[in-house]
Structures are given as C-alpha cells and as structure tokens.
C-alpha cells in the first residue's frame, strides 16, 4: 500500500487549498481513508475520513470548512480546505485502513500511512 500526498503550501489567513492523496496497492473501495494533522509539538490528529460508503466525518475544529472526497477510478482522495486559519497550520497526512467503515479518527486505528504534506496559513 502507497500514499503519497501532495497539495500543501502557504496562504493567507482565509484562503483555500485542496489536497491530494493518491493511492495505490490495495483494492481502494473497500478501504476507510482519512486525513491528519500534526502541528509542532503536539500530536497527530484526525482531520476527517471517508468510508467505502463515501460516508463522511470531520473532526468538530474542521466542520463547515474542510470537505474530504475521493476519486475511486483514479485511486485519489481529496480535501478541500476553506476559510484556512493560522492553526491550520500543520503537516498533513492520508492514512488508510482495511475496514469498509471509518470506526474512529484516532491515528491508532490507521494502518498505511503517506509522507505528508506541509500547510502553512499566515
């Protein structure tokens, strides 16, 4: 299984970005992916999951303004980040895990994980 992230940068407090986490090795449908944070000096985060469902769930600091989705034709997962914020701010990853559902947005219930991608809002 290989992620591999990409879409990261710098914006302005209030702008957009969109990630991108293509996927590959494994029969993407039927996996749950999602999305992480992690900020210097604090811990990884859940961002927000899709199921095999398409079925959604954000953390409560994302709702209203992030929105996870993914392609299953081209294997890639996205999230489209609005109204970014100076605690935006992180490393982002895509994870995935062999379960049709998303159970949890804990790191720890996660198995494949990608490089990770750098968001910085300014």
């Known amino acids: 299984v290989q992620l591999v992230e990409s879409g990261g940068g710098s914006v302005q407090t209030g702008g957009s970005l969109r990630l991108s986490c293509a996927a590959s090795?494994?029969?993407?449908?039927?996996?749950?992916m999602g999305w992480f944070r992690q900020a210097p000096g604090k811990e990884r985060e859940g961002v927000a999951a899709?199921?095999?469902?398409?079925?959604?769930r954000y953390a409560d600091s994302v709702k209203g303004r992030f929105t996870i989705s993914k392609d299953n034709a081209n294997y890639t997962m996205y999230l489209q980040m609005n109204s970014l914020k100076p605690e935006d701010t992180a490393m982002y990853y895509c994870?995935?895990?062999?379960?049709?559902?998303?159970?949890?947005?804990?790191?720890?219930?996660?198995?494949?994980w990608g490089q990770g991608t750098q968001v910085t809002v300014s």
């Open positions: 899709i199921d095999s469902d398409a079925r959604t």
């Open positions: 994870a995935a895990v062999r379960h049709f559902h998303c159970e949890s947005l804990s790191p720890g219930a996660f198995t494949y």
């Open positions: 090795g494994y029969t993407y449908s039927t996996y749950c």
